[in-house]
């Protein structure tokens, strides 16, 4: 490994640590599910469950290093603006990584180190988010909505952490709306955000691809629609989400039509961007349509699986199409999805399929396999790409 080629971007440094993280994080999961059904893990040394362990590790301590890898090197380009200095993204890294560590060693040794890893973590965000606005500040494009969109959904997920210590403080009713807030005001409006900018500029990008439409206004709509979800959630009124998710599900979906979904299929990578956003729109169909079981007072048959195919099919389906993007691209390789990653990217939709049946029919111990699947999805996707980061 060369420490030269891996601090000399900013996404050669936070995706190899949020890979890492990511991979730890879902072998912790995997491991708890499978000792809920056999018994053969280590319990956690912190009162905290493992349902909001694996919510506060997954939207605040994986997401944030994939976020900030991207935008770093992103915003240089959609702002006409300098690249980053080291000194505004290598003590993010640095602070994001240490707090990540420090979580684990507060999960399975010492409670304290909790505390201590959520405000590490948190001084890591503050810098990252400081380099971001240091780019915007000399950039030459100015006062475009992406970048604010993106900022508010960044300072609602600093808020989240903010919650987050609060919670761990002695203050468990904040559970839910951390995970809400972390959820539907910060890595759902950065993920539709980024979609919507992205998409459109990858097709551009593949030969033979015809120029496609991009709805005027539908970025806004989108947002509007997840933002009133996520207030809805926090109210407790999941019998009237149905009343926003189902038209939801229905734009994201047009979208997907304007941005020439069929036509991308034959191009491997633009497939994975478009095949994880059309998981947004499953997983807004399963919201609404569990919602209205609620709404019609029937019992809910699908418990956890729209949040799976949000979480897995969209939210980590779109990091690895990014993540595989920027990797190659950057040290000027061709824009492809290689052997092993189209395998592992369709690996990764089984999984999500898996754990959503595994909700829908519990008794058939799916979810041990599906969180197996998920890793092993992941480190074949680790495999081909975290050597692309560190080479030369």
Same mark, same amino acid.
């Given at each position: 490994?060369?420490?030269?080629?891996?601090?000399? /971007?900013? =996404?050669?440094?936070?995706?190899?640590?949020?890979?890492?993280? +990511?991979?730890?994080?879902?072998?912790?999961?995997?491991l708890e599910l499978i000792d809920r059904r056999?018994?053969?893990?280590?319990?956690?040394?912190?009162?905290?469950?493992?349902?909001?362990?694996?919510?506060?590790?997954? $939207?605040?301590?994986?997401?944030?290093?994939?976020?900030?890898?991207?935008?770093?090197?992103?915003?240089?380009?959609?702002?006409?603006?300098?690249?980053?200095?080291?000194?505004?993204?290598?003590?993010?890294?640095l602070l994001l990584g240490a707090g990540a560590?420090?979580? =684990?060693?507060g999960l399975y040794v010492r409670t304290s180190?909790?505390?201590?890893?959520?405000?590490?973590?948190?001084?890591?965000?503050?810098?990252?988010?400081?380099?971001?606005?240091?780019?915007?500040?000399?950039?030459?494009?100015?006062?475009?909505?992406? /970048?604010? =969109?993106? *900022?508010?959904?960044?300072?609602?997920?600093?808020?989240?952490?903010?919650?987050?210590?609060?919670?761990?403080?002695?203050?468990?009713?904040?559970?839910?709306?951390?995970? !809400? $807030?972390?959820?539907?005001?910060?890595?759902?409006?950065? $993920?539709?955000?980024? !979609?919507?900018?992205?998409?459109?500029?990858?097709?551009?990008?593949?030969?033979?691809?015809?120029?496609?439409?991009?709805?005027?206004?539908?970025?806004?709509?989108?947002?509007?629609?997840?933002?009133?979800?996520?207030?809805? /959630?926090?109210?407790?009124?999941?019998?009237?989400?149905?009343?926003?998710?189902?038209? $939801?599900? +229905?734009? #994201?979906?047009?979208?997907?039509?304007?941005?020439?979904?069929?036509?991308? +299929?034959? *191009?491997?990578?633009?497939?994975?961007?478009?095949?994880?956003? #059309?998981?947004?729109?499953?997983?807004?169909?399963?919201?609404?349509?569990? !919602?209205?079981?609620?709404?019609?007072?029937?019992?809910?048959? &699908?418990?956890? #699986?729209?949040?799976?195919? &949000?979480?897995?099919?969209?939210?980590?389906?779109?990091?690895?199409?990014?993540?595989?993007?920027?990797?190659?691209?950057?040290?000027?390789?061709?824009?492809? #999805?290689?052997?092993?990653?189209?395998?592992?990217?369709?690996?990764? *939709?089984?999984?999500?399929?898996?754990?959503?049946?595994? /909700?829908?029919?519990?008794?058939?111990?799916?979810?041990?396999?599906?969180?197996?699947?998920?890793?092993?999805?992941?480190?074949?996707?680790?495999?081909?790409?975290?050597?692309?980061?560190?080479?030369?």
């Amino acid at each position: 490994m060369s420490l030269r080629a891996l601090t000399a /971007e900013p =996404y050669r440094i936070l995706l190899t640590f949020g890979t890492l993280q +990511l991979l730890a994080t879902l072998g912790v999961w995997s491991l708890e599910l499978i000792d809920r059904r056999y018994g053969l893990w280590l319990p956690m040394a912190s009162g905290v469950t493992p349902g909001n362990v694996h919510g506060l590790l997954m $939207l605040y301590g994986v997401f944030p290093f994939f976020i900030f890898g991207f935008l770093m090197t992103t915003y240089p380009r959609w702002l006409d603006a300098p690249a980053l200095r080291p000194i505004q993204y290598l003590p993010a890294a640095l602070l994001l990584g240490a707090g990540a560590l420090l979580l =684990y060693g507060g999960l399975y040794v010492r409670t304290s180190l909790l505390a201590v890893g959520v405000l590490t973590l948190f001084g890591g965000y503050l810098w990252a988010w400081w380099g971001l606005w240091q780019t915007q500040a000399y950039g030459r494009i100015r006062g475009r909505w992406y /970048e604010r =969109y993106l *900022n508010i959904a960044l300072a609602l997920g600093a808020g989240g952490i903010v919650l987050l210590l609060a919670a761990l403080q002695g203050h468990p009713q904040l559970w839910p709306v951390l995970r !809400s $807030l972390g959820l539907w005001g910060f890595l759902i409006p950065i $993920l539709v955000t980024m !979609s919507h900018r992205m998409l459109p500029f990858l097709t551009s990008c593949v030969a033979g691809t015809d120029p496609v439409d991009q709805p005027r206004g539908g970025l806004h709509v989108m947002l509007v629609l997840v933002v009133l979800h996520g207030l809805l /959630e926090l109210a407790g009124q999941l019998r009237w989400l149905w009343l926003v998710d189902l038209p $939801l599900a +229905l734009i #994201a979906a047009y979208h997907l039509h304007c941005w020439a979904f069929a036509r991308c +299929l034959r *191009n491997r990578l633009l497939a994975m961007f478009h095949v994880s956003f #059309a998981w947004f729109v499953i997983a807004m169909l399963f919201y609404g349509a569990s !919602s209205l079981q609620w709404f019609l007072g029937r019992p809910d048959g &699908l418990v956890r #699986a729209p949040l799976h195919a &949000l979480g897995i099919g969209f939210a980590l389906g779109m990091t690895m199409a990014m993540g595989t993007r920027i990797a190659r691209v950057h040290i000027g390789l061709a824009p492809v #999805a290689t052997a092993p990653v189209w395998a592992a990217f369709w690996t990764l *939709n089984l999984a999500a399929l898996l754990r959503i049946l595994a /909700e829908i029919f519990p008794q058939a111990g799916l979810s041990p396999w599906a969180g197996v699947l998920l890793v092993m999805a992941l480190l074949a996707w680790a495999a081909h790409g975290l050597p692309l980061l560190l080479k030369r």
